[in-house]
């Protein structure tokens, strides 16, 4: 085992603790975590995970203590998230369809992304997808990223997932059979009953010319009811868990590992550790 693990991290804002708690666990164990982001830009924290005061509308509690206010700030303010690999230049999107030569394009496609997982599958032990809402501008319909955790998938390594991260195991799928990979598997993710139905937003924004942007924009609830695409991607013999009303929902259906939210980090990074130096199959169900 090379005790390396690969976070891949939106650049439109992540939260601190979905990050921070596997991050801390990880390295405390003497794993060492590499950082990618789409585009090669380095990745922010959402500003309420960096705000101690912050109160979680839907919850109606404070979510971000102390001490991941102060870490998730020691994170955002140091190098450590300032040289990502940038997945758009590792990996080319498939080929249109009606594009000239497709088939020799696509089998090229394929070539290319087996050294891709050669170079960015392989040498690691699992895959890191830290949430917040971030996520659903570049992360959760992004094709690239699909074609990374798949190569996980076909490696039959971990894949860890938080928050609204999770869409993107409900949206990686091969191109040829197009099943959702979590079909048959139990997975956790944002429960209904606890979307906003208003502030979801940003870190982050760019505009046309990859400039950024004023972050003050309110786009409202989230984009989509996580809950009803991990209902339906699952199918009838998995089954997605809310656990609302608990404090933490996480889920281990190997080679998944999901997390619903915040609380869950911690446990998150303890439950990586499990799997891959206790074998750890299942857990919370």
Not at 250 to 276: A, C, H, N
Request: include cysteine; proline fraction near 7%.
């Amino acid at each position: 085992m090379s005790k390396k693990i690969l976070v891949v991290l939106s650049e439109w804002g992540y939260w601190g603790e979905e990050l921070i708690g596997p991050l801390d666990v990880l390295t405390s164990a003497g794993y060492s975590l590499d950082f990618m982001t789409p585009n090669g830009r380095k990745p922010v924290a959402l500003p309420p995970s960096m705000d101690e005061t912050y109160i979680d509308p839907p919850l109606d509690k404070g979510v971000t203590s102390a001490h991941f206010a102060k870490r998730t700030k020691e994170v955002d303010s140091s190098d450590l998230l300032a040289n990502p690999v940038n997945l758009s230049e590792k990996l080319p999107l498939m080929p249109y369809f009606n594009s000239e030569k497709f088939g020799h394009k696509l089998e090229e496609f394929f070539n290319t992304r087996e050294e891709f997982w050669k170079e960015f599958v392989d040498p690691y032990d699992a895959l890191l997808l830290p949430g917040g809402s971030g996520p659903m501008v570049d992360m959760v319909n992004n094709e690239r990223l699909h074609n990374l955790i798949l190569g996980y998938v076909n490696r039959d390594k971990l894949v860890a997932a938080e928050c609204y991260c999770v869409t993107c195991l409900a949206f990686a799928r091969e191109w040829t059979d197009r099943k959702s990979i979590i079909w048959g598997k139990n997975v956790t993710g944002h429960a209904r009953e606890y979307d906003y139905k208003e502030g979801t937003g940003f870190a982050q924004m760019y505009g046309y010319d990859g400039e950024p942007m004023n972050t003050s924009a309110n786009f409202g609830p989230p984009f989509y009811p996580l809950e009803y695409i991990l209902r339906d991607a699952t199918g009838p013999q998995g089954k997605y868990h809310g656990g609302v009303g608990r404090t933490v929902s996480t889920i281990l259906d190997y080679p998944f590992l999901t997390g619903r939210s915040t609380q869950d980090s911690t446990l998150v990074g303890e439950l990586m550790v499990k799997v891959l130096e206790e074998d750890l199959r299942k857990y919370g169900w």
